[in-house]
């Protein structure tokens, strides 16, 4: 007992010991990749895995902060002196190569939006906005501005045109990009959204919607009627609990519905988060 008793107070004594900075796992991330784009050091995953004492070396969420070591001896961030009583069911950590990171299991409140900073949005017209996003039924989209509110990155998109169809869809995870999902888990899909020009003369109502798949193909979706809330900056969001028992996947979008005839509006959107949760948790910023 003396032994267990110094080697948990030698533990936290070491992970103290340093200053520590915050990584975000990103999609196809190991321990091991870390380490080496970090810390400069392949060999430190293991340091990590302590550090964050992890249940399993060889499993990282997307989404997930770790904290690194800041210091040039890792080797002081020990492993418990003694071995676990259960007896080990897999290999030592040494032998096992770190899978890279997953969103099968992305634990609840993690936000699955892979890019919410909105890296790579540039002013001009095209409707491939960004990664992950595309707009459907409306060919004369157009990123008019880009810049930062309130602290969070923001796109302004404008449609300004005769739409092709009776409602458009501004998809920020599109079916090309679905998350993994699972029927009976409830979900929430949010973000910041306000019309910065134009109007609404031509829109009947706007909704926030998720939408759940069975590989390739759609199937129920549900959502919230966001319409008042676009006169001023506000955080919108809306929760379904997955119906299909196949479901599989999930996509997230503003579904606009038109009354015909031309439209000239533009929509600033900020902060897009998915996330497997009852309702929208705090901002989680993710991507470049």
Do not use: K
């Amino acid at each position: 007992m003396r032994i267990i008793a110094y080697s948990f107070v030698a533990f936290t004594f070491a992970a103290q010991a340093f200053a520590q900075q915050n990584y975000l796992v990103q999609p196809g991330d190991t321990l091991q990749t870390i380490a080496s784009r970090q810390l400069g050091d392949l060999d430190a995953w293991n340091s990590i895995c302590v550090l964050n004492r992890l249940e399993s070396c060889d499993r990282i969420m997307t989404g997930m902060t770790l904290e690194l070591p800041v210091g040039n001896d890792l080797a002081s961030v020990p492993a418990p002196a003694e071995p676990p009583a259960e007896p080990v069911t897999q290999a030592p950590a040494e032998e096992r190569a770190p899978r890279a990171a997953t969103q099968a299991e992305p634990g609840r409140g993690v936000n699955l939006v892979a890019n919410s900073r909105l890296s790579g949005a540039a002013v001009g017209a095209g409707g491939t906005l960004l990664q992950t996003w595309s707009i459907g039924g409306f060919d004369a989209a157009e990123v008019v501005a880009v810049g930062e509110e309130e602290g969070l990155p923001y796109v302004d998109i404008r449609l300004n045109g005769t739409p092709s169809g009776s409602a458009v869809f501004i998809n920020f995870l599109d079916s090309a990009n679905p998350i993994a999902a699972a029927g009976g888990q409830t979900w929430t899909s949010s973000a910041y959204v306000r019309l910065v020009a134009g109007d609404l003369t031509q829109v009947d109502r706007v909704f926030l919607r998720l939408q759940e798949f069975v590989g390739s193909v759609g199937g129920d979706s549900g959502g919230t009627d966001i319409t008042d809330a676009l006169a001023s900056r506000t955080r919108v969001s809306t929760t379904r609990t997955l119906s299909g028992g196949a479901t599989d996947r999930l996509i997230s979008f503003f579904r606009i519905g038109l009354t015909g005839g031309a439209v000239d509006m533009t929509l600033r959107i900020s902060a897009p988060q998915i996330e497997q949760a009852d309702t929208a948790g705090p901002v989680q910023l993710t991507g470049g």
